[in-house]
T-cell receptor, first 115, second 110 residues
Framework: LAKTTQPISMDSYEGQEVNITCSHN???????ITWYQQFPSQGPRFIIQ???TKVTNEVASLFIPADRKSSTLSLPRVSLSDTAVYYC????????????????FGTGTLLAVQP | DGGITQSPKYLFRKEGQNVTLSCEQN?????MYWYRQDPGQGLRLIYY???????QKGDIAEGYSVSREKKESFPLTVTSAQKNPTAFYLC?????????FGSGTRLTVV
């Protein structure tokens, strides 16, 4: 299972672009990279997922370099409501549910957005 | 919450009591999971089930028990053997794109 490393916390101001980087040096060939967002007393919510290069949706962008040993979640023009914990997970989703493929949640990155 | 219902939202347990947390899903997903989250920490896996009538221990299964009699339901029992049960409990299902979580149950020992 690929272990991930993220900054414990980040600060930003409203309207800024925020980039959160995740390191996953031992990523396997079949592993995908998935980011989740969690607000206090709620379950994590899927944000974005990718395998390589760049993925963009209505919420965020995910940048993955060619070696796939890291990834960067980019949140454009953050607002106060983006204050949350962001988790980076790496796993083989083609064989989900098994003991060898359960996704591991680290402590995540606490993003604090100030006015 | 994406087709997963956890109840109750808040639960209080007396010392020595067993309590059961409910998790129901209508997503038709085979795999279901229970996680525990303590303040300022990530999620730790308690139990998971890939199919009806089958389940496996996760990393912190001691003091917990589960059943999977129906595809839609995966209840978690916190037994009196769990010495520090106060935490936020999350149920999840998994499809090919990743996890969908319920809204959680906050359990407090009183």
């Amino acid at each position: 299972l690929a272990k991930t490393t993220q900054p414990i916390s980040m600060d930003s101001y409203e309207g800024q672009e925020v980039n959160i980087t995740c390191s996953h040096n031992n990523i396997a060939t079949n592993d995908y990279i998935t980011w989740y967002q969690q607000f206090p007393s709620q379950g994590p919510r899927f944000i974005i997922q990718g395998y390589k290069t760049k993925v963009t949706n209505e919420v965020a962008s995910l940048f993955i370099p060619a070696d796939r040993k890291s990834s960067t979640l980019s949140l454009p023009r953050v607002s106060l409501s983006d204050t949350a914990v962001y988790y980076c997970l790496v796993g083989d989703l083609s064989n989900y549910g098994g003991a060898t493929n359960k996704l591991i949640f680290g402590t995540g990155t606490l993003l604090a957005v100030q006015p | 919450d994406g087709g997963i219902t956890q109840s109750p939202k808040y639960l209080f347990r007396k010392e020595g009591q067993n309590v059961t947390l409910s998790c129901e899903q209508n997503l038709n997903h085979d795999a279901m999971y229970w996680y525990r989250q303590d303040p300022g920490q990530g999620l730790r896996l308690i139990y998971y089930s890939q199919i009806v009538n089958d389940f496996q221990k996760g990393d912190i299964a001691e003091g917990y028990s589960v059943s999977r009699e129906k595809k839609e339901s995966f209840p978690l029992t916190v037994t009196s053997a769990q010495k520090n049960p106060t935490a936020f409990y999350l149920c999840a299902t998994q499809a090919s794109y990743g996890y969908t979580f319920g809204s959680g149950t906050r359990l407090t020992v009183v």
